[in-house]
């Protein structure tokens, strides 16, 4: 104590901030702290449609989108949205049995979708399939939640807004992704 008056705290992790030149240098700060047990957020300029949870939701809606086709209801259950490692997901699809609910619950979803729009039918998947909990045991599980709860706004609005149907919210949503890419490139 100076005798001032001052209170004296301990250092905590928000009185830090690292400024950084670029988002792939802001990444490499972002693992090493993450792995040292520190609590990290990122203040970026990065569209959400430039995030893996973009990428992950459009792997994932043209699966719903063709559930017949089965290459991409394996690549859909491959995104971090369903917890499952390369091997759970090899004895998965080796055995019958087993995958095909999971394929029964895409044509499901995208009957859903169909019929009642895409945020019911996503608000289904994310119980039935325990999203949210597997996310949440996740790394950057906070970021990771935000951006797909951005993204189901910003898919929502855009077929409320525009009246769009299956194709046409799968064409947008890869035109976004495309637009954001040339922004930043």
């Given at each position: 104590d100076t005798g001032q008056g001052v209170n004296e705290r301990s250092l905590a992790p928000h009185d830090i901030a690292i400024l950084v030149r670029s988002n792939r240098q802001a990444e490499e700060y972002r693992q090493a702290i993450n792995e040292a047990g520190i609590?990290?957020?990122?203040?970026?300029?990065?569209?959400?449609?430039?995030?893996?949870?973009?990428?992950?939701?459009?792997?994932?809606?043209q699966a719903i989108a063709s559930p017949g086709e089965t290459s991409r209801v394996k690549t859909a259950m491959t995104i971090n949205w369903f917890g499952k490692s390369g091997n759970s997901l090899h004895e998965l699809w080796q055995d019958e049995e087993q995958f095909s609910p999971y394929l029964r619950r895409f044509f499901q979803y995208n009957q859903l979708w169909q019929e009642q729009g895409f945020l019911p039918m996503m608000s289904r998947l994310l119980i039935e399939e325990d999203v949210l909990p597997t996310l949440a045991a996740g790394k950057m599980a906070e970021r990771c939640i935000s951006n797909i709860h951005h993204l189901l706004e910003l898919i929502q609005e855009e077929e409320n807004n525009e009246g769009l149907g299956i194709g046409q919210i799968l064409q947008w949503l890869g035109e976004m992704m495309q637009e954001g890419r040339s922004a930043t490139d």
């Open positions: 609590p990290v957020v990122v203040a970026s300029r990065q569209s959400v449609f430039q995030t893996r949870e973009c990428q992950e939701m459009l792997l994932l809606l």
